[in-house]
Every structure is written in structure tokens, then in C-alpha cells.
């Protein structure tokens, strides 16, 4: 049923979505007859009634079973791939993770006494065996996934690759398609030309895995601190319904919620730490700088000395700019005080509420703009060959850690210019601003540790 029991008091739970009844409604029904309940909160997929069937369907066994040849070991499996030190280190964690399953053989049998491993996160299945790549903004994660896919497929699996973000989902297409030429692949999002084939592997965005119940033998969700992924139950119960029982989960960020680096810092929840990128030089540190706020340089018509000083050594180096700023009416009065205090014409603002964002977004990517006032709509999936990152109204409320650290993260991703600049512009020191710095430093610390960093890299450059 489209609602299912849960006491005998008649507390239901829409099986579609996971949703309670908080969000169930009662109204009289003309196929039962009586006061039928329907949830709200998926009702743009169509009306989930009590009386009402919901049709599953049902696993299917791929036609071809294929097992890997026992003479190809694990690390042979991995070297295929061309991966960094760090790369191969955590792709092996990872790999033996999911070949690990003591109570299940592919394809699609479900795991017989427990054997799952608890990830110590609440309010999921507990037979998911959840593991967390923890990898750096830049760390190649794509590169590090495809042999875990392989080896799903080579057992005559299915693999699912979820994000919550539809651009991602798009260009890993064409990525996947080159690494996997003889694998069916489907990508679904809102509006794509597939929408029923099965395929080898799955290319999704979060809202499209409502469509599938214990469909896939390993699942990889990409950015699961992204909006609108986290922090929405909903979207949390359809990817744990994608999973076969006691199938393996890969969970990839560059900065988990809170309480998953807590479970994984106290061995709850297995894990894999990549701490540098994939051309081995450290990551950018912020350089933390005092100013005023935004809205004090919008009302004298001024920019701080120390803002158009680092602002015109990133231009004179060649470098395009990230400025983000904390809220959307900001970015285009911002960009018009740029513009005027550093006479360079080629300023740009753009935001979510921008029809033109993405018209902007390639005018940056080929150089046409220099400078790009923004939010954190562009803190992720958006990379500048050679760029430098100033974030202003660093100690506002809406710039937690995490986006700090993915902001942060836009400089110093390409290979030709690993070193580049970043600046917390704020009027006061704040725990996020302090975290941040200290995650990008600790993972540059444990990158130099365990020797991942290129021999000839000086140390981490910071904005100043």
C-alpha cells in the first residue's frame, strides 16, 4: 500500500518517500469509501493513497554473469586506473571494502545474517554498509570510483552513481561512457531522454531514486553534504531504498556533516582520507584579513586598501577571481564597485535568481570575464584553470565550515597553477572562519605525513 502500518494505532508511513504522518492527509475516497489518507510530500510524483496499491519492482538478475580472473589481484585491478599515491591508497581501502561482503555473491542476493557494518549515522537501514571517501575538493574523486564500478560490473552487478546536483550527473556521463565503452549506461534527471531502461550502470541525480527499491548492488553518492541532499529526509530514505540489502555504499565529500567525520573518527563508520589532490601539491591556506563588512563598502562607495591590493596581484598574475558574497542583492552593486574602483571592465555578478548565470558562468571559463561576484551557488562544480578565491563577509552566518572549505577550494586545482591565493576578507575571527583554516591546513599536514606530496613542493602558499 501507498501507506503502511506502523502500530496499531494506524500510524502510517508513505512507503514511497519514507514521509509520517505529519505529512499524511485524510479525505474521503471514492474507491475505498472511507477517510483514506495521501501523502503531501510527494505529491508532485502523483497522488500515494492508503487504499491504493504501490507497485515495486523486483530485482533481475544481470544476463551476463561475469566473475574476476582470480590471477588479477587487486592491486593489478587498480594500476589499470593510473591513479596517484593517494588515490591507489584509498581506492584499495575502498575496493576491499566492498569485496568484502562475508554473506553475499552478486548479482542481487541479499545479505544472510547480519554481516552489515554499521556506520553509526541515525535514521538509515541498518543492513547499508556504508563507507566514506573523504577526499579533498580536487582530489580526482571520479578517477577513484571507476574501479569499484569495474569490479561491481565484472561480478555481473549494477552500479549507481547519485548527486545531488544535475550539472554533475551530466558530466560524468560522458566520463563514465569513455571509462565503461562496453557498459549500459543510464542517466536520469529531471527531464531526460531515459527514463525506464536498466542499465549496467546508473547516472542519477537524488530525486530520481524514488523510482527504485533495492535496485543496485553498490551505490555511490557523490557531495552528500550538498544541498539538497542533506538535510532532507526524504531524499536520505530514496538512496537508502536504492541499496540491496547488505549492499556497499559509498558516501564521497570533501566535507562530511559533523557527525559523520565523528563516526568515522571513533570507527563507526568506515572510511578512506584522501588529503591531497591528484597533482600532489598542498592545498591553498586561507590568508585570514580584516575589513569591514559588504554592506559598509556598498554605502561609502569604497573598497578596504588591503581588498583592491590582493585583488590587483591576483590580476597582475594573470589570475581570474572568485568574490563571494554572503547575499544575492550584494553581488551586482559589488561588481559595479569593483568595476569602478579597479577600472577593469571585465566584472561580472551573477546568483541563483540570475537567468543569465549560466551564459556568465562559460564567459568566465573562457577568460571573457576577470572577476565574478558570486554566492555559494558557485562553490562547487565550477573550475578555473588559474584562479584566486575572496570571500567577503567571511564571519557570516550563512558561510559554515563546509562551504568555506568548498569556496576555498575553487584556487589551486590545476596542475599549471597548484599555488593559488585565498582570502577570508572579514571584520571578526569566527569558529567557522578558525575550522576551515584548520581543516585545510590538517589535511596538508597529513598529505606531507604520509608523503603524498610532490618533493619539490615548498610549503602550503597562503593568501598573503
Known amino acids: 500500500h501507498g501507506g503502511g502500518r506502523a502500530d496499531a494505532r494506524r500510524r502510517l508511513r508513505c512507503r514511497r518517500c519514507g ?4 505529512q499524511l492527509r485524510r479525505t474521503p475516497c471514492l474507491a475505498c469509501g472511507r477517510l483514506c489518507a495521501y501523502c503531501e510530500a510527494c505529491l508532485n510524483m502523483g497522488r500515494s493513497r492508503e487504499c491504493e496499491l504501490l507497485v515495486l519492482g523486483v530485482y533481475i538478475p544481470h544476463r551476463h554473469q561475469r566473475l574476476t580472473p582470480p590471477a588479477f589481484s587487486l592491486r593489478d585491478r587498480l594500476m589499470k586506473w593510473n591513479l596517484s599515491p593517494a588515490q591507489l591508497d584509498a581506492a584499495g581501502e575502498a575496493l576491499r571494502f566492498i569485496e568484502s561482503s562475508p554473506s553475499r555473491d552478486l548479482p542481487g542476493k541479499p545479505a544472510i545474517g547480519a554481516g552489515a557494518v554499521s556506520s553509526g549515522l541515525s535514521g538509515e537501514r541498518p543492513d547499508i554498509r556504508n563507507f566514506l571517501l573523504w577526499a579533498v575538493t580536487g582530489a580526482g574523486k571520479t578517477e577513484m570510483i571507476f574501479p569499484l ?3 561491481v560490473l565484472s561480478r555481473g552487478g549494477r552500479a549507481l552513481i547519485a548527486s ?5 550527473i551530466l558530466e560524468l556521463d560522458p566520463r563514465i561512457r569513455r571509462a565503461f565503452p562496453e557498459a549500459e549506461v543510464v542517466t536520469l534527471y529531471g527531464g531526460s531522454e531515459q527514463r525506464w531502461e536498466r542499465g549496467d550502470i546508473t547516472l542519477s541525480t537524488t530525486h530520481q ?22 538535510g532532507d529526509p526524504l531524499l536520505k530514505y530514496a538512496a537508502d531504498k536504492s541499496c540491496l540489502p547488505g549492499a556497499p555504499r559509498l558516501l564521497l565529500s570533501a566535507t562530511p556533516p559533523r557527525d559523520m567525520q565523528r563516526a568515522a573518527k571513533r570507527g563507526a ?6 588529503p591531497v589532490r591528484y597533482h600532489r601539491h598542498p592545498l591553498p591556506e586561507p590568508k585570514l584579513m580584516n575589513a569591514p563588512t559588504v554592506n559598509a563598502m556598498l554605502q561609502t562607495g569604497k573598497l578596504p586598501g588591503a581588498l583592491i591590493t590582493a585583488m590587483q596581484k591576483s590580476l597582475n598574475r594573470g589570475a581570474q577571481l572568485f568574490v563571494f558574497v554572503q547575499k544575492i542583492s550584494q553581488a551586482e552593486p559589488l561588481a559595479a564597485l569593483i568595476r569602478s574602483r579597479l577600472q577593469c571592465p571585465h566584472v561580472a555578478a551573477t546568483s541563483s535568481q540570475d537567468p543569465d548565470r549560466a551564459a556568465k558562468v562559460m564567459s568566465f571559463r573562457s577568460s ?33 565550515e563546509a562551504s568555506l572549505v568548498q569556496m ?25 572562519q578558525l575550522r576551515a583554516f584548520k581543516h585545510i591546513r590538517s589535511m596538508n599536514r597529513i598529505a606531507k605525513d604520509r608523503g603524498f606530496l610532490l618533493a619539490s613542493t615548498a610549503a602550503p602558499r597562503t593568501g598573503g
Not at 514521509?19 to 505529519?22: D, L, T, Y
Not at 563508520?269 to 584522501?274: G, I, K, N, T
Not at 565574478?372 to 567571511?394: C, H, M, N, Q, Y
Request: hydrophobic letters at 45%.
Open 19 to 22: 514521509s509520517g504522518e505529519a
Open 149 to 151: 564500478v569495474d569490479s
Open 164 to 168: 545531488p546536483r544535475r550539472d554533475v
Open 209 to 230: 531514486l524514488f523510482r527504485f527499491h533495492e535496485a543496485f548492488d553498490l551505490v555511490i553518492l557523490d557531495e552528500v553534504d550538498a544541498f539538497p541532499y542533506h
Open 269 to 274: 563508520l568506515a572510511h578512506a582520507r584522501v
Open 368 to 400: 571573457d570575464i576577470r572577476i565574478l561576484v558570486t554566492t555559494t551557488i558557485l562553490e562547487r562544480g565550477v573550475t578555473i584553470p588559474k584562479s584566486d578565491v575572496f570571500i567577503l563577509d567571511a564571519d557570516g552566518k550563512l558561510f559554515d
Open 408 to 432: 576555498a577550494g575553487r584556487a589551486g586545482r590545476n596542475a599549471a597553477d597548484p599555488n593559488g591565493l585565498v582570502y577570508f576578507f572579514a571584520k571578526e575571527r569566527n569558529q567557522s
